[in-house]
């Protein structure tokens, strides 16, 4: 079964700083790898997918992340970070055959300083 | 416009009381979620629905009960509530894609338990 681990609880940046959240991933065969933001109160918005293909993927906001096989590793970056960008974000595994639930790792709240 | 939407986004109840809460998709997608958030921020799966199938059922008490009329919709209905089951339930839709039916998911925007 697939796992996610995201070590940081928080991450505290100052805006304009640039910004890596980590995520590893357990997964036997070639996983699907996600990045997805929720602000207070609000659902799960998608910032990024990794199926195949490129290792570094572009999301929307200005985010991106790379998928690193040999670390088990899709971390994601943003060069400089905004005020608005403050939210939890979720790393999530899923499976890239058949009935797969997608995993969840336990959220990096991010915290943005001026 | 809202691709999945979940009613209500507020439900506040008594223990002991039976709910319900409605999920929509208006995405075309063939598979159907719920995803219990709680205090933490940690999400689990708890059940799946594939063109109305049950496909996924996670250790869930058997108070929870799933039911997709069509592949458009899943409920979730809960007996006999407890204090433990205060959380954030979220709905997502996904569509076979690449062979896999974890291709892409789509959030509503959840629905807020709390049991009183």
């Known amino acids: 079964a697939q796992s996610v681990t995201q070590p940081d609880i928080h991450i505290t940046v100052s805006e304009g700083a640039s910004l890596e959240l980590r995520c590893n991933y357990s997964y036997g065969a070639t996983p699907y790898l996600f990045w997805y933001v929720q602000s207070p109160g609000q659902g799960l918005q998608l910032l990024l997918k990794?199926?195949?293909?490129?290792?570094l993927v572009q999301g929307i906001k200005g985010f991106e992340a790379e998928f690193k096989r040999s670390q088990s590793s899709f971390n994601l970056r943003k060069p400089s970070v905004h005020w608005s960008d403050a939210a939890e974000y979720f790393c999530a595994v899923g499976g890239s055959t058949g009935f797969q639930k997608l995993v969840f790792g336990t959220g990096t709240r991010l915290l943005v300083s001026p | 416009d809202t691709a999945v939407s979940q009613t209500p986004k507020y439900l506040v109840t008594q223990m002991g009381n039976d709910k319900s809460i409605k999920c929509e998709q208006n995405?075309?997608?063939?598979?159907m979620y719920w995803y219990k958030q709680d205090s933490k921020k940690f999400l689990k799966i708890m059940f799946s629905?594939?063109?109305?199938?049950?496909?996924i059922n996670e250790t869930v008490p058997n108070r929870f009960s799933p039911k997709s009329p069509d592949k458009a919709h899943l409920n979730l209905h809960i007996n006999s509530l407890e204090l433990g089951d205060s959380a954030v339930y979220f709905c997502?839709?996904?569509?076979?894609?690449?062979?896999?039916?974890?291709?892409?998911?789509?959030f509503g925007s959840g629905t807020r338990l709390t049991v009183v």
């Open positions: 990794y199926f195949s293909g490129d290792t």
């Open positions: 995405l075309g997608h063939d598979t």
């Open positions: 629905y594939n063109n109305k199938e049950l496909i």
């Open positions: 997502a839709s996904s569509q076979m894609g690449q062979g896999s039916f974890s291709y892409g998911y789509t």
